[in-house]
């Protein structure tokens, strides 16, 4: 069965350090991951995918098959980024799995 | 575009009640995504739709819950004799085509508070 896994419900890093949000997935085929971002008050959006491998507003994800993970990572965090980060999974049929999300705060 | 719009906002049913929810897709997207979330919880998928189908509704509890995506008008998610368990957030997504773009257009949600 498809799963997504964000083991950090909550995560706090002080501005300019590290940060790295973790995303397990199984399944059986070849996914598609990506990550979403929910800032206060705004609506759900996409943040990156793994096929695109972009990086947006500094963060980037890299998908390791062998470890099955999409790890969300920046290098220096910034306040702005304090916000909701979900990692979503999507397979054959279209269907999108989210994990459960882990809520990112930037501490000045 | 003015997105994918929900409402109601917010909803108060008392239990037994039926609710209503209903998603306007952006326009030119043709396939709905239904999410709950519960307190605490991520996002759990609920339903798949296209134009007239229902396409995945593994995440659908087997009774009271129903989801429809008319040729026109939105797509409206049914939940028959609310219970307080029912008390979520309920996300709609859209996006423009069956193929894996790997963007979700969200709406802001619809809040069900079940007395």
């Known amino acids: 069965a498809q799963r997504v896994t964000q083991p950090e419900k909550l995560l706090s890093v002080f501005k300019g350090a590290p940060v790295e949000l973790k995303c397990n997935y199984s399944y059986s085929g070849s996914p598609e991951l990506f990550w979403y971002v929910q800032y206060s008050r705004q609506r759900l959006q996409l943040l990156l995918r793994h096929i695109s491998r972009e990086s947006i507003k500094g963060f980037t994800a890299d998908l390791n098959k062998g470890e099955t993970s999409f790890h969300l990572k920046k290098p220096f965090a910034q306040e702005e980024d304090s916000a909701m980060y979900y990692c979503?999974?999507?397979?054959?049929?279209?269907?999108?799995?989210f994990g459960t999300g882990t809520s990112l705060t930037v501490i000045p | 575009n003015a997105g994918v719009m929900q409402n109601p906002r917010h909803l108060v049913r008392r239990r037994g009640q039926e609710a209503r929810l209903r998603c306007s897709p952006m326009?030119?997207?043709?396939?709905v995504y239904w999410y709950r979330q519960l307190p605490e919880e991520g996002l759990k998928f609920m339903v798949y739709l296209q134009k007239e189908n229902i396409i995945d509704e593994s995440g659908m509890p087997k009774e009271r819950f129903s989801a429809e995506f008319p040729k026109e008008g939105p797509s409206i998610l049914r939940i028959q004799q609310v219970v307080r368990g029912d008390s979520a957030a309920y996300f709609c997504?859209?996006?423009?085509?069956?193929?894996?773009?790997?963007?979700?257009?969200f709406g802001e949600g619809s809040r069900l508070t079940v007395l």
């Open positions: 997504a859209s996006s423009p085509r069956g193929q894996n773009t790997g963007e979700l257009f």
């Open positions: 326009k030119g997207h043709s396939h």
């Open positions: 979503a999974l999507s397979g054959t049929g279209n269907q999108f799995y």
